[in-house]
């Protein structure tokens, strides 16, 4: 209908220039981001988990049932969301593909696996050498991702809830796949060159683990450095939240709403909704000067445009009753005077209009509207703050506190993280848990959480450093990922005290465990990055946000796995038999 009305006073008005913008096309075009991410990134993402498949994998077989693994795993997420009435959203669009990209992972474990045991033996018993190895880590991996995932209903923010739920669900779905129907696919194979053909072949990955191993002291010191450099960055981090500037230029809206902004008004608002003592004791003359006292602190503030309130509308009323003398531009002494000055504005108004989107029916209530230019949500935060706070100091019969969307996103982060922090406590003692039951030792389970934790820490590290600012979408993002980098550690240490136990030295433990899984720690990696790096192209400020920051986190855990995780182990480690 706007559209359609843009080209009507477009052909009337030749030259003119109409932008649009407002709450409801906001609301529409969240609608369309969702679509355009649908539609665009989540086959991208398809493409890219293919393509990573066949580089890194080089058989047809495991490639075809993979994709058909990752297919269904897919499409059985969008059925989740569903079967539970879940709407897809620009919050929730992408759910699928994160199913996708860690769906991939599982499957490239039991693919690897089954390629080095077809050197030894058919398809059948690959495939079952290849299950028997990963049934236990894809598990856990699986199982402690999906309650990262739900560690995100600690949000506030209902579609990331929604994501969360509906990740978890199809990740648990698609494991299945991993273990029924891929299995099915693979037990026909009988290549037994496969493993010396793959990339990261047996050998190159024992000299990358020597080269590790001589290093130990460097990445003792490195990672810890880093760390301390890395909170620095985290103080540097602030909250940005406005729905405005939530899409990219891309969308007609974000260009007409800036164009809007830059030569026009503020489109930010904060409201305060002031309560009379008595009912019509909005005309009284004491109640009217502490609005407009309030009104014009607010007008020297350096991001409001402009104000609106009805302590205005009678002091330009009683100016316009004057001949337009503007001495006489004031409140009136009593409070029928000013009653009556609002009765002969409401008359002057078009039909259809009325005070009531100013002043309640029984004249008790009236609110205060300031607009506001803001390049920054904490702008809006601190103006919200310093309001309150001087309404309370100059006026304290008459103060209100801050509401209306612009401090409801300018607070949502903020508080957000607050709230994600108790579902990171919850994900991390549940994880642990698991942690320690899988590996059968208190003391592994701890170590296992080194690899783990210091990932978030170095990416919101560099994330304060490189971008300061972050949005709802990045507060759910330790939680969520806590789940996910548990997948490579879980491989390591499983296949790393499985020789220790089997009567390994370190030295042993630590080659075999490089020359079994750490191909597919780092194939598995690749796939997440590429995956959560195209999610971060979104047009959409919080799935870029979720994207980018997951991928940085996923780039270090890589790191943290492969360089910190076999040092701490050396570290703690003796030259002995592993029982326990």
């Known amino acids: 209908f706007l559209r359609a009305k843009r080209a009507e006073w477009q052909a009337a008005y030749p030259g003119t220039e109409i932008r649009l913008t407002g709450a409801v096309l906001g609301g529409l075009t969240l609608s369309q981001a969702a679509r355009d991410d649908v539609v665009t990134l989540v086959p991208l993402a398809f493409i890219s988990a293919v393509l990573i498949l066949i580089f890194f994998l080089r058989s047809a077989r495991a490639v075809i049932f993979s ?86 209903n600690f949000a506030d923010s209902p579609p990331l809830r929604e994501m969360g739920n509906v990740v978890a669900l199809g990740l648990l779905f698609a494991m299945l796949l991993v273990f029924f129907l891929l299995p099915f696919g693979l037990r026909r194979g009988r290549d037994r060159a496969l493993a010396r053909r793959l990339p990261l072949a047996r050998a190159r990955m024992l000299r990358l683990g020597d080269w590790i191993w001589r290093r130990q002291v460097v990445w003792l010191i490195l990672f810890p450095v880093t760390i301390l450099i890395s909170a620095f960055g985290i103080t540097r981090i602030g909250f940005d939240d406005n729905m405005l500037r939530y899409f990219s230029e891309a969308y007609e809206f974000r260009r007409d709403t800036d164009a809007i902004q830059d030569r026009l008004t503020g489109l930010d608002t904060l409201t305060f909704s002031f309560t009379a003592p008595e009912e019509a004791g909005v005309f009284d003359p004491g109640f009217l000067r502490d609005i407009d006292r309030f009104s014009g602190w607010l007008r020297e503030q350096d991001v409001v445009v402009s104000t609106l309130d009805i302590a205005d509308i009678v002091k330009r009323m009683n100016m316009a009753m004057s001949a337009d003398d503007p001495a006489q531009a004031r409140i009136a002494d009593t409070r029928e005077e000013n009653a009556q000055l609002m009765m002969f504005y409401e008359l002057s108004l078009p039909v259809g209009l009325d005070l009531n989107a100013q002043i309640d029916v029984d004249r008790l209530q009236t609110r205060v509207t300031a607009f506001i230019r803001a390049d920054h949500s904490h702008q809006i935060r601190d103006l919200a703050d310093w309001a309150e706070a001087w309404l309370a100091a100059n006026t304290p019969d008459t103060i209100a506190p801050a509401s209306g969307y612009s401090i409801a996103f300018a607070r949502i982060t903020e508080r957000n ?71 490579d550690t879980v491989h390591f240490l499983t296949h790393f005290l499985r020789r220790r136990r089997l009567g390994d030295s370190v030295r042993q433990a630590h080659d075999h465990t490089f020359t079994t899984v750490g191909a597919s720690i780092m194939i598995t990696s690749f796939a997440l990055i590429a995956g959560f790096a195209i999610m971060a192209t979104s047009g959409f400020a919080i799935n870029q946000h979720m994207g980018a920051l997951t991928a940085i986190v996923i780039v270090f855990a890589l790191l943290a796995d492969l360089l910190l995780l076999p040092s701490v182990l050396r570290l703690c480690e003796k030259e002995t038999r592993c029982d326990t």
Not at 94 to 103: K, N, Q, R
Not at 429 to 455: C, E, H, K, Q, Y
């Open 417 to 487: 993280n607050k709230q994600m922090l108790m579902g990171l406590l919850l994900v991390l003692a549940l994880v642990s848990l698991i942690l320690m039951a899988t590996l059968r030792s208190v003391r592994f389970g701890l170590i296992s959480l080194v690899p783990n934790l210091v990932p978030a820490i170095i990416a919101f590290g560099a994330w304060g450093v490189t971008k300061g600012d972050v949005n709802l979408g990045s507060t759910v993002v330790t939680t969520m990922t806590f789940g996910i980098v548990v997948d």
């Open 67 to 152: 994709t058909m693994v990752v297919a269904l795993g897919t499409v059985a997420t969008f059925g989740i969301a569903g079967w539970f009435g879940i709407e897809l959203t620009a919050g929730t669009a992408i759910s699928p593909l994160a199913v996708m990209v860690l769906t991939s992972a599982s499957c490239v474990h039991v693919v690897l696996a089954w390629a080095r045991a077809l050197e030894r033996g058919d398809g059948e018993a690959a495939t079952r050498h290849a299950l028997a190895m990963n049934l236990a880590p894809v598990t856990v991996a699986t199982v402690t991702t999906a309650i990262g995932f739900l560690g995100m």
